[in-house]
């Protein structure tokens, strides 16, 4: 018996089609094929099933069965993984005492890497491929190249980077009428192009095209926390500046002789309160936000009280290594800092566990 076997070792079946794989039989191998056929006519396996059907119905002298596997598209290990246990469905399948044999069909190199995991469960006797043939006159070669060119991808891959090698002539030219220096082209040239390359290969542009539809998004939402992140940008250049002012008067307190702790401990103290003024403003921006989305939990209230917690601290342990605090105030400002997050940490702990925010109430809005 002859089992012509089709493979799709993408599963363009599976994923363009409602056809369960996989597929034994000369009349649902076909309505595979038309529905694919239907839903993505471009689609090569669409030949490759035809192609399967086409075979069966030229061999007359001997039992010849159809069927049609399919891996997923994972990659070439576990889609050649998925094919074998297709095919050991198939086999199972046959009704037959005589001895299979396997004729596959594909469309190409990439499907054909899954033969050495056929033929380790069935004899092959062949393997074809399907090459579609295609006019090559001059209305072929137009419209083929339309529509290459009017895929996006394309457009960014191919077209983008011959435009910018395109413009070296023009730009030689303008420099030569600047008197500018003819190096100074092929730098500014080598450098769109790397930028290119770089956007492309980081993908710069998929994550500017994402920041700036969540900002979109959150701008026709209403949502507080665009005003609320400007404002903490604001306040964070502000606190920079202010940590530098604070590291200069440092300086020139101490003739400029000043150690990394010192250094550090300047700039901390200097821009500590702008900070902390930057983190409170976005997280009340925040936690107004999930307020006006009925999404707000107690803990959520924790933040603020956190960032200011934070806050005192560092500004006493700075102060203290500039000598502008003592050992009492900087022992206060530990145990204040350490006190206020603890309770903030407690007292929304208790009040959630006692007022939980997905509690049922009854008419009169009592818990039940």
């Known amino acids: 018996m002859l089992l012509v076997l089709c493979v799709d070792l993408d599963d363009d079946i599976g994923r363009k089609t409602t056809v369960g794989t996989p597929v034994v039989g000369r009349d649902p191998v076909e309505e595979a094929a038309v529905a694919l056929a239907t839903t993505d006519p471009e689609d090569s396996d669409v030949n490759v099933l035809f192609q399967g059907l086409h075979i069966a119905e030229e061999i007359t002298d001997e039992e010849v069965e159809v069927a049609a596997v399919t891996g997923n598209d994972g990659g070439d290990v576990s889609a050649n993984r998925e094919v074998g246990e297709e095919v050991d469905e198939v086999l199972a399948s046959l009704s037959t005492g005589e001895g299979v044999t396997a004729l596959v069909v594909t469309d190409g190199a990439q499907d054909e890497s899954v033969v050495p995991v056929i033929r380790s469960r069935v004899t092959i006797d062949g393997v074809r491929r399907v090459v579609v043939r295609q006019a090559q006159d001059l209305e072929s070669v137009y419209y083929t190249m339309k529509q290459v060119l009017n895929d996006p991808e394309t457009r960014g891959t191919v077209l983008v980077p011959l435009g910018i090698l395109l413009l070296i002539y023009p730009l030689a030219v303008i420099a030569s009428m600047l008197e500018l220096p003819g190096g100074a082209v092929f730098g500014i040239v080598s450098a769109m192009l790397g930028l290119y390359f770089l956007s492309r290969g980081l993908g710069i542009a998929e994550t500017l095209d994402t920041l700036v539809g969540r900002a979109r998004n959150s701008l026709y939402a209403g949502r507080v926390t665009i005003i609320t992140y400007l404002v903490a940008a604001v306040l964070l250049v502000i606190g920079g500046v202010d940590g530098l002012n604070q590291l200069e008067a440092t300086q020139m307190e101490t003739n400029g002789t000043l150690g990394a702790i010192e250094v550090a401990a300047a700039l901390v103290h200097g821009s500590v309160q702008w900070f ?93």
């Open 276 to 368: 902390a003024a930057a983190g409170i403003t976005t997280s009340l921006g925040q936690i107004t936000d999930e307020y006006l989305a009925d999404r707000l939990e107690w803990r959520y209230l924790n933040a603020p009280f956190y960032v200011l917690s934070i806050a005192i601290v560092l500004d006493a342990v700075s102060a203290y290594f500039l000598d502008m605090a003592g050992l009492s105030v900087l022992a206060a400002a530990l145990t204040g800092g350490t006190l206020l997050g603890l309770v903030s940490t407690l007292v929304f702990a208790i009040v959630e566990s006692r007022f939980p925010q997905d509690a049922e109430t009854d008419r009169d809005g009592e818990p039940v």
